[in-house]
C-alpha cells in the first residue's frame, strides 16, 4: 500500500566534522563523511589481520560483528588492494547521535601488536550534504534500510485499497506501536516492536524520521525476480491507536541482488528493476564510485555505460575508471581482477510528486581473468643490438631478475653492458625495454658459412614479482637477429706521401676473422715493433704503414721512381685460411735506398755527387768487380743491382749476424783495371746488406741464396782516405782476413772455401783491406745512412739448428786458414 507525503522546507545543511584519535600513526586512519553515511579506513599494516570495532555511547561499547553489524546499520569490509579496513555507518546506526541532523560517532578499534591488546578510541561528527528526501531507501551489502518522514500529512486521495489496510489496526486492542510483516498477499499476525526487535529487525524514531532495517535473508523478506532480475524486499507496516485516531506507516525496502557480470569488452555490467516500487516513476539516476555521484551525463563522459532496457536499469563501469581496483594473482599463469564499489541512486516520484530515493551500495568483483604480458621484438640490425620490449605489465607486478641464455641477471643492471630502462604509461600500466649488444658474452652465435649469414640468438627469461605478496611469475621469449650476406672485411686504402694509408670501418660480425700481415697477427705490439701508426676504436681500425717499413714488396725501382705494395690479410678465425687480402700498390719517387731482399739480391740508389770528381758522371763508377756497373744514372745518381755474393762483395761473420759489403768506386778511363778515387772527391761510398743467421736457409751456396727474413740495408757515406793510402784491387776475402788481425803476405785460400763462402775472387789482399780500415778510423766519419729492407713473406722452411752448422763452418774455415798463414811465415 502506498502513502502520499507532504513536503515540508528542509535547509541544505553545509557539510562540517569534527574527528578525534589518540595513539595512532600518522596516515593510518581516513574518515570521511557522505551524503548518508561516514566511512573510516585504517592501514592494515597497523591492524594487522584481525582487527576488531566497537560501537559506544552512553549505555557501554558494542562489538560489532557480522550479525550485529546487519542490524545496527554498520559494514565492515577488507579491502587488501588499497591494503585497508573500512567500516562504513548509516546516519541512523545504532550507536549513533542525532540532534538537529548533526550524527556523532563513537567507535573502538581494537589491535594486538605482539600479543599485547591496545584499544584506540575515535569520534566523527557529521551532517547530511544534500537535505532528506520524504522516503529514502538504502540497500547496504548486508542489509536495508528504508526511512520516511515522521510528520503526518494528508493524502491528495485515497484508494479502496487503502481501508482495507486499516482493518488490522482499527481491531487492535493496544495503543502499543505494533507491526505486521506481508509477503505478497499474506500477511502476516502483528507483533510488537520489542518482538520484532528480537528477530534481528530494527525500529528506531530518530528527530523527524522513523527508520525500519532489517539483514537481508530474513524471515519476512522475499525473493523474486522483476524483469529477469533477482530482487530482495521487505514490506513491513507499522501502526498505533489513539482512541479514535490510528497512526500508520508503510515501509516497504526492494533491492536489486544483481552480482554483476562482467564484459570481455573491459566493463561491469549491473541492473536493476526500473521500477522497484509500484506506482513510481523514475526521475533520475546518478552513479559513482567510493561513495561518490555525479549525474549520468558527468558519468557517461567518463565512460560509463547508463541505460535502460526492459524497463531495466542497465549500468556499465570500465575497468579504467577512477576508483577502481584491480589485483594481480599468481595462479601458474598471471591473472587478474577487478573490484568495484559500485554507488546508484535512483530517484522516483509519485503522482503527488513525492520524491524516494533509492541507493545502492553494491562490491562487484570480477572472476580471474587472463593477464597476458607481452614481449615485442624492436632489434635493428643497424644498432648492432637486441631491443626487447617487454609490454602491458600491471602497476603491482615489476622485473626485478631474470637470465640471458641461462646466465643470471638481477635489476638493476650493474657492471654490464646490458641496459634495461622502464618505460610508464598512463593506462596504469608500464613496461621495461631491454637492450643486449651483439657482442655481449650472454648472446650466442652460430656462423653459417654456406649461407653467408650470421645468426644472434638470445633466450630470455625474465622474473616478475607481484606486489605485495612477492608472487613471482616468469615469461619467456626467445629473439633472433640474422645479418646476411656476411663476408670478411675489406680495408680501404689510399696512397700518402709517406707510405699507405688503410682504414676498415667496424662490423659487428668482423670478429670471425682475424687480420694479419704475412703470418703475424696485426697487433698493437706488432705495429709498434715494425713503425706502424695504428689506433683503434669502437668504430675504425686505422693502420699507417709507412714506405720502407716491414711487409713493403717493391717493384721497376728506377731513379724516377718506383712501385710499394703492401698486403693486409684476412684469416678464418678459426682455421686461419687466408680468406681475402687488400692489395695497394703506390709510386713513390726514389730517393737514396737500400734494398736487401730474402732472395739475396741488394738494390741501392745512391747520391754520388761528393764521390765522384768534378766534371765527372756516375755513369762510370762501378762495384770492387770493375765489370759490376750501374744499371741506370744520370749525372750524379747511381742504380745497382747485384746478387750478395758477387760485384766482389765481401763476408763478416758473427755469432749473430752475417754481413755482404760491397763499395762503389769511380773510374778515370772506362774499363779502367783500377779504381781510384778523384783527387777531388770528398766520399767513400759503401753499402752493406745484414742478415740474422737463424733466419737464414741457404748461405754457403753457389747456386741459391735464401733467407726467411729480410736482410738490414745501409748506404754508408764516409770522407774518403789520406793520400797514399788509395786501395788497389780487393778481393772478397780481405774482410775475413781483416777480422782475424792478420799481417801477412798474399795468402791464397783453398777453393773449398771460395766456393762455400760463394765468392769469385781468388786473390787475398789482407793488408790492403786492414790499411782501408785502419785509415777510415781515423778519418771524421760522415753520417750513415740506414735504409730499411724489403720483407716479402718466406718461402723456405726455417732450419732451427742451422746457426750451429754455421759456427761450425766458420771454426773449420778460421783453423784451415790459420795452418796456411803459419806455413807462409815459416
Keep these: 500500500m502506498a502513502f502520499g507525503f507532504c513536503f515540508g522546507v528542509a535547509l541544505l545543511l553545509s557539510l562540517w566534522s569534527r574527528a578525534e584519535s589518540a595513539g595512532l600513526p600518522d596516515g593510518a586512519l581516513r574518515m570521511e563523511c557522505h551524503d548518508r553515511y561516514f566511512t573510516m579506513a585504517v592501514d592494515l599494516s597497523f591492524t594487522g589481520e584481525e582487527p576488531h570495532f566497537e560501537a559506544v555511547d552512553e549505555t557501554g561499547a558494542y562489538a560489532i560483528t557480522q550479525q550485529y553489524a546487519a542490524q545496527c ?48 578510541p575515535f569520534n566523527k561528527t557529521c551532517s547530511p550534504s544534500l537535505p532528506w528526501s520524504p522516503r529514502e531507501v538504502t540497500c547496504e551489502t548486508n542489509y536495508m534500510e528504508v526511512s520516511v518522514k515522521s510528520e503526518v500529512t494528508c493524502p491528495s486521495g ?4 487503502d481501508w482495507s489496510s486499516l482493518k488490522p489496526a482499527h481491531s487492535s486492542t493496544t495503543s502499543d506501536w505494533q507491526v505486521r510483516f506481508q509477503v505478497d498477499d499474506e500477511q502476516f499476525p502483528p507483533m510488537n516492536i520489542s518482538d520484532a526487535r528480537k528477530q534481528g ?16 535473508g530474513q524471515p519476512h523478506s522475499f525473493c523474486t525476480e522483476v524483469n529477469g532480475v533477482p530482487v530482495e524486499a521487505i514490506h513491513a507496516t507499522i501502526f498505533s491507536r489513539q482512541s479514535w485516531v490510528v497512526l500508520m506507516f508503510d515501509l516497504v525496502a526492494a533491492c536489486s541482488m544483481d552480482e554483476g557480470l562482467y564484459h570481455e569488452s573491459g566493463y561491469m555490467m549491473w541492473e536493476t528493476p526500473e521500477t522497484l516500487f509500484p506506482n513510481l516513476d523514475g526521475k533520475q539516476v546518478n552513479v559513482g564510485l567510493n561513495g561518490e555521484l555525479v549525474a549520468q551525463p558527468v558519468a557517461e563522459d567518463k565512460g560509463f555505460i547508463v541505460g535502460r532496457q526492459n524497463n531495466t536499469i542497465q549500468i556499465g563501469i570500465p575497468n579504467y575508471a577512477e576508483g577502481v581496483y584491480r589485483k594481480s594473482v599468481v595462479n601458474v599463469d598471471l591473472y587478474e581482477f577487478y573490484v568495484f564499489h559500485l554507488y546508484l541512486e535512483q530517484i522516483l516520484v509519485d503522482e503527488d510528486h513525492v520524491e524516494t530515493r533509492i541507493r545502492f ?96 640468438m638470445l633466450d630470455i627469461n625474465f622474473t616478475l614479482t607481484v606486489l605485495p605478496e612477492n608472487d613471482v611469475y616468469y615469461h619467456m621469449v626467445s629473439v633472433v ?120 739480391t741488394m738494390t741501392v740508389v745512391v747520391d754520388l755527387s761528393l764521390a765522384i770528381p768534378s766534371g765527372g758522371v756516375a755513369a762510370r763508377t762501378n762495384l770492387r768487380d770493375k765489370y759490376c756497373g750501374p744499371t741506370e744514372t744520370d749525372r750524379k745518381w747511381a742504380l745497382f743491382s747485384l746478387s750478395l755474393n758477387s760485384c766482389g762483395s765481401t763476408v763478416k761473420l758473427n755469432r749473430e749476424n752475417v754481413t755482404y759489403q760491397n763499395e762503389i768506386f769511380y773510374s778515370k778511363k772506362v774499363h779502367s783495371p783500377s779504381k781510384v778515387p778523384s783527387e777531388n772527391a770528398t766520399e767513400r761510398v ?51 782476413t781483416t777480422m782475424l788481425g792478420l799481417q801477412s803476405p798474399t795468402i791464397q785460400p783453398t777453393s773449398a772455401l771460395t766456393t762455400m763462402l760463394g765468392l769469385q775472387s781468388p786473390t787475398i789482399q789482407p793488408t790492403s783491406a786492414l790499411t782501408t780500415m785502419l785509415a777510415t778510423t781515423r778519418q771524421a766519419t760522415l753520417p750513415i745512412s740506414y735504409k730499411p729492407a724489403i720483407h716479402p713473406p718466406a718461402r723456405h722452411v726455417k732450419v732451427s739448428k742451422f746457426r750451429h752448422l754455421v759456427n761450425a763452418l766458420k771454426k773449420g774455415v778460421l783453423q784451415s786458414l790459420q795452418t796456411k798463414v803459419n806455413a807462409a811465415r815459416i
Excluded at 565492515?76 to 541512523?92: K, N
Excluded at 485515497?158 to 485499497?161: A, I, V
Aim: aromatic share 10%; with cysteine; hydrophobic share 40%.
Design 361 to 456: 551500495l553494491r562490491t562487484l568483483v570480477t572472476p580471474l581473468l587472463p593477464r597476458p604480458i607481452f614481449a615485442e621484438n624492436q632489434t635493428v640490425l643497424v644498432e648492432n643490438m637486441f631491443t626487447v620490449y617487454l609490454g602491458d605489465v600491471p602497476e603491482d607486478v615489476q622485473v626485478n631478475a631474470g637470465h640471458l641464455n641461462r646466465q643470471e641477471i638481477t635489476v638493476p643492471l650493474t657492471n654490464t653492458s646490458v641496459i634495461m630502462t622502464k618505460v610508464v604509461h598512463p593506462n596504469n600500466t608500464h613496461g621495461y625495454k631491454l637492450k643486449v649488444p651483439f657482442e655481449d658474452p650472454f648472446v650466442m652465435q652460430q656462423f653459417s658459412k654456406e649461407d653467408a649469414v650470421l645468426h644472434y
Design 201 to 216: 529487525y530494527v525500529f528506531l524514531l530518530t528527530d523527524g524520521r522513523l527508520v525500519f532495517r532489517a539483514p537481508y
Design 73 to 120: 546499520g554498520y559494514s565492515i569490509s577488507v579491502l587488501p588492494l588499497p591494503g585497508d579496513v573500512e567500516l562504513r555507518a548509516s546516519y541512523f546506526s545504532c550507536q549513533t547521535k542525532n540532534k538537529d541532523d548533526i550524527f556523532t560517532f563513537n567507535f573502538n578499534l581494537n589491535v594486538t601488536h605482539e600479543g599485547k591488546e591496545s584499544t584506540y
Design 481 to 600: 637477429a640474422s645479418v646476411t650476406d656476411v663476408s670478411p672485411p675489406v680495408f680501404d686504402a689510399v696512397c700518402t706521401e709517406s707510405g699507405i694509408s688503410f682504414k676498415l670501418d667496424h662490423r659487428p660480425f668482423d670478429y670471425l676473422w682475424e687480420i694479419t700481415i704475412g703470418l703475424d697477427l696485426l697487433t698493437s705490439e706488432l705495429a709498434a715493433q715494425h713503425g706502424y701508426m695504428m689506433s683503434n676504436d669502437s668504430n675504425s681500425l686505422l693502420l699507417e704503414v709507412p714506405l720502407f717499413s716491414h711487409g713493403y714488396e717493391y717493384k721497376n725501382i728506377s731513379l724516377k721512381g718506383f712501385f710499394g705494395t703492401f698486403e693486409i690479410l684476412v684469416r678464418d678465425l678459426a682455421t686461419a685460411e687466408v680468406q681475402s687480402s687488400t692489395i695497394k700498390t703506390c709510386p713513390f719517387p726514389t730517393t737514396e735506398l737500400i734494398l736487401c731482399s730474402t732472395d739475396g
Design 158 to 161: 485515497t484508494r479502496k485499497d
Design 686 to 736: 759503401t753499402m752493406q746488406c745484414t742478415y740474422p743467421l737463424a733466419g737464414l736457409i741457404r748461405l754457403f751456396s753457389v747456386y741459391r741464396f735464401d733467407s726467411d727474413a729480410a736482410g738490414i740495408g745501409s748506404v754508408i757515406h764516409t770522407k774518403r782516405p789520406a793520400a797514399g793510402l788509395q786501395s788497389p784491387t780487393i778481393q772478397p776475402t780481405s774482410a775475413l
